[in-house]
C-alpha cells in the first residue's frame, strides 16, 4: 500500500538531489523605492543572521516599474473605494463590471482589433482560448513552436486535438510540417512574440507568411511584448506593423504593465466564440475593480509617457554593454530579457545565493524543468528604476563570483 506521506517526501528529495528544489524568497516590495524590496531570510539561506536586510531585485517581470506608478496606485484605490473589493461573480452571473467593458475596448484599441476578451491571468487567457479552440473546431492541427509556454502547452493538450511541434523559430520546419496537412483542414500555428526564457523574438511576418499560404490561424503570446514594444505598449507585432498579420493576439497585464489579469484580442466573431465556449471564461469570478482600472490606467499611462519605455531600453543597453566588456557569457537575442547561462543547477543556486547573502541582490536561479537540463541560467530583468550605479555594482559583483567560481568566460 502507498505511504503518502513517504512518497510526498521522496519526490522532494528527489528535487533537493538535483539542485533544483525552488526555494521561495521572502519579500517585502517597497512601494517607494523600487528596484528594493525588504528580504525575511529563512533558516534555508545559510545566514547566521537572520534579521530582514534590503536588497535590490534583478529579476523582476515588472520591466516598467509600473506596479510603483502613482496614477495607476490612485486608479486602483480609488477603483476599491467606488465599487468595493470584488467583482461579486462570473462575468454571467453579475459580475460584469463597466470596468471590464471599458478595458476590453481598450484592449482591441491597443492591438487594432475588432474586440477583446478579459482572464484571470495571462495563463489562464492561453490554456482557456487554446483548448476551447482545440476541442471546439472539428478536425483541428495545432502547429506549436517547441518553445512556446506551459499555459499554451496544456491548453493544445487539454483540447485533445492534435498538436505538430515544429523547431523553435524553424520556417523550414514548420513549412515541411504543413505541406504534410491536408489543405482543407483547419490549423492554427501557435507561438510567442518574445521567449522567456532566451529573449529571443519570433520571425512573425515569415511565420505569419506561412499561414496565409497555407490556410492557417495565428495565435500569438505578446506576454513578454506587450508594454515594452510598440507604440503605447501594443507590443512586439505591432512595433513591426503586423497587427493586421495576426489573428488571435494574447497578453497580459502582469509584465509590462505592471498589473494582473490576462486577455485575447481578435475579430469580433472569434471573441464571442471564445467568450461563449470557454469554460476558463465563463466558470470563474472576473477581475476585480482594483485589478481592472489599474489595467486601465496603465494603457493610458504609456500610451502618454514615451519616457518609460526609453528610459528602459536605455538602461538594458547600458547593460548588455557593461556585460559585452566583462568575463560574463551573456545571450543577447535582441530583447530586454538578459539570460546569463551557467550550465549547472549546483552553480546556478550557489551564485544567486552568494549574490543575495553577500551583495543584497536578488537573482533567481532558473532551471529544469523551466529550461533544459544544461541550460540553467540567471535570467536578468531590469526596470526604469534601476540606476546606472546599480548596474555598475551589479556586473562588478556578479564578474567576481564569476572568477572564484572559476565559470566559463565570455570569449
Ligand atoms: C510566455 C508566457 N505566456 C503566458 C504567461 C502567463 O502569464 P500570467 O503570469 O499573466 O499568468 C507567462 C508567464 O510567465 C509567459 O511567460
Given at each position: 500500500?502507498?505511504?503518502?506521506?513517504?512518497?510526498?517526501?521522496?519526490?522532494?528529495?528527489?528535487?533537493?538531489?538535483?539542485?533544483?528544489?525552488?526555494?521561495?524568497?521572502?519579500?517585502?516590495r517597497?512601494?517607494?523605492?523600487p528596484p528594493?524590496?525588504?528580504?525575511?531570510?529563512?533558516?534555508?539561506?545559510?545566514?547566521?543572521?537572520?534579521?530582514?536586510?534590503?536588497?535590490?531585485?534583478?529579476?523582476?517581470?515588472?520591466?516598467?516599474?509600473?506596479?510603483?506608478?502613482?496614477?495607476?496606485i490612485?486608479?486602483?484605490?480609488?477603483?476599491?473605494?467606488?465599487?468595493?473589493?470584488?467583482?461579486g461573480?462570473?462575468?454571467?452571473?453579475?459580475?460584469?463590471?463597466?470596468?471590464?467593458?471599458?478595458?476590453?475596448?481598450?484592449?482591441?484599441?491597443?492591438h487594432?482589433?475588432?474586440?477583446?476578451?478579459?482572464?484571470?491571468?495571462?495563463?489562464?487567457?492561453?490554456e482557456?482560448?487554446?483548448?476551447?479552440?482545440?476541442?471546439?473546431?472539428?478536425?483541428?492541427?495545432?502547429?506549436?513552436?517547441?518553445?512556446?509556454?506551459a499555459?499554451?502547452?496544456?491548453?493544445?493538450?487539454?483540447?485533445?486535438?492534435?498538436?505538430?511541434?515544429?523547431?523553435?523559430?524553424?520556417?523550414?520546419?514548420?513549412?515541411?510540417?504543413?505541406?504534410?496537412?491536408?489543405?482543407?483542414?483547419?490549423?492554427?500555428?501557435?507561438?510567442?512574440?518574445?521567449y522567456?526564457?532566451?529573449?529571443?523574438?519570433?520571425?512573425?511576418?515569415?511565420?505569419?507568411?506561412?499561414?496565409?499560404?497555407?490556410?492557417?490561424?495565428?495565435y500569438?503570446?505578446e506576454v513578454?511584448?506587450?508594454?515594452?514594444?510598440?507604440?503605447?505598449?501594443?507590443?512586439?507585432?505591432?512595433?513591426?506593423?503586423?497587427?493586421?498579420?495576426?489573428?488571435?493576439?494574447?497578453?497580459?497585464?502582469?509584465?509590462?504593465?505592471?498589473?494582473?489579469?490576462?486577455?485575447?484580442?481578435?475579430?469580433?466573431?472569434?471573441?464571442?466564440?471564445?467568450?461563449?465556449?470557454?469554460?476558463?471564461?465563463?466558470?470563474?469570478?472576473?477581475?476585480?475593480?482594483?485589478?481592472?482600472?489599474?489595467?486601465?490606467?496603465a494603457?493610458?499611462?504609456?500610451?502618454?509617457?514615451?519616457?518609460i519605455?526609453?528610459?528602459?531600453?536605455?538602461?538594458?543597453?547600458?547593460?548588455?554593454?557593461?556585460?559585452?566588456?566583462s568575463?560574463?557569457?551573456?545571450?543577447?537575442?535582441?530583447s530586454?530579457?538578459?539570460?546569463?547561462?551557467?550550465?549547472?543547477?549546483?552553480?546556478?543556486?550557489?551564485?544567486?545565493?552568494?549574490?543575495?547573502?553577500?551583495?543584497?541582490?536578488?537573482?533567481?536561479?532558473?532551471?529544469?524543468?523551466?529550461?533544459?537540463?544544461?541550460?540553467?541560467?540567471?535570467?536578468?530583468?531590469?526596470?526604469?528604476?534601476?540606476?546606472f550605479?546599480?548596474?555598475?555594482?551589479?556586473?562588478?559583483?556578479?564578474?567576481?563570483?564569476?572568477?572564484?567560481?572559476?565559470?566559463?568566460?565570455?570569449?
Amino acid at each position: 500500500m502507498i505511504d503518502y506521506k513517504d512518497f510526498f517526501a521522496q519526490k522532494i528529495q528527489n528535487l533537493h538531489d538535483e539542485h533544483r528544489y525552488r526555494i521561495f524568497i521572502d519579500l517585502e516590495r517597497f512601494q517607494d523605492n523600487p528596484p528594493f524590496a525588504l528580504w525575511h531570510p529563512t533558516a534555508q539561506s545559510g545566514l547566521d543572521d537572520l534579521s530582514p536586510r534590503k536588497v535590490a531585485v534583478w529579476c523582476s517581470n515588472d520591466y516598467l516599474g509600473l506596479s510603483h506608478h502613482p496614477s495607476i496606485i490612485r486608479a486602483q484605490i480609488k477603483a476599491t473605494s467606488l465599487y468595493g473589493t470584488s467583482s461579486g461573480g462570473t462575468r454571467n452571473i453579475s459580475g460584469t463590471g463597466h470596468l471590464h467593458n471599458l478595458l476590453e475596448a481598450r484592449i482591441a484599441k491597443l492591438h487594432q482589433k475588432e474586440n477583446a476578451l478579459l482572464f484571470s491571468s495571462g495563463y489562464v487567457a492561453n490554456e482557456a482560448t487554446l483548448t476551447t479552440l482545440g476541442d471546439q473546431i472539428s478536425d483541428l492541427v495545432f502547429l506549436s513552436d517547441e518553445k512556446v509556454h506551459a499555459s499554451m502547452i496544456q491548453g493544445m493538450r487539454h483540447s485533445r486535438a492534435e498538436r505538430i511541434i515544429f523547431k523553435h523559430s524553424d520556417l523550414a520546419d514548420l513549412e515541411d510540417k504543413l505541406k504534410t496537412l491536408d489543405p482543407m483542414r483547419p490549423k492554427i500555428i501557435v507561438f510567442v512574440s518574445v521567449y522567456s526564457m532566451d529573449g529571443d523574438r519570433a520571425p512573425i511576418e515569415a511565420i505569419a507568411d506561412l499561414a496565409r499560404k497555407y490556410n492557417a490561424l495565428t495565435y500569438l503570446d505578446e506576454v513578454h511584448g506587450v508594454g515594452v514594444y510598440g507604440a503605447g505598449g501594443a507590443g512586439v507585432a505591432a512595433e513591426l506593423g503586423l497587427l493586421d498579420r495576426i489573428d488571435i493576439i494574447q497578453g497580459n497585464f502582469a509584465k509590462g504593465f505592471g498589473g494582473f489579469g490576462g486577455y485575447i484580442a481578435g475579430t469580433r466573431e472569434c471573441i464571442d466564440f471564445v467568450r461563449s465556449y470557454a469554460s476558463g471564461f465563463i466558470f470563474t469570478t472576473s477581475l476585480p475593480p482594483a485589478v481592472t482600472a489599474a489595467a486601465l490606467t496603465a494603457i493610458d499611462v504609456l500610451e502618454k509617457d514615451v519616457s518609460i519605455q526609453a528610459s528602459f531600453h536605455e538602461r538594458v543597453a547600458y547593460l548588455k554593454r557593461r556585460l559585452s566588456y566583462s568575463i560574463i557569457p551573456f545571450i543577447d537575442s535582441g530583447s530586454h530579457i538578459i539570460p546569463i547561462r551557467v550550465g549547472d543547477a549546483a552553480h546556478c543556486h550557489l551564485l544567486s545565493q552568494r549574490l543575495l547573502n553577500q551583495n543584497n541582490m536578488y537573482v533567481q536561479p532558473i532551471n529544469f524543468p523551466t529550461v533544459p537540463r544544461g541550460g540553467e541560467r540567471l535570467r536578468i530583468t531590469l526596470t526604469p528604476h534601476h540606476t546606472f550605479d546599480l548596474i555598475d555594482d551589479f556586473v562588478d559583483a556578479l564578474s567576481k563570483l564569476w572568477s572564484e567560481f572559476k565559470l566559463r568566460q565570455a570569449a
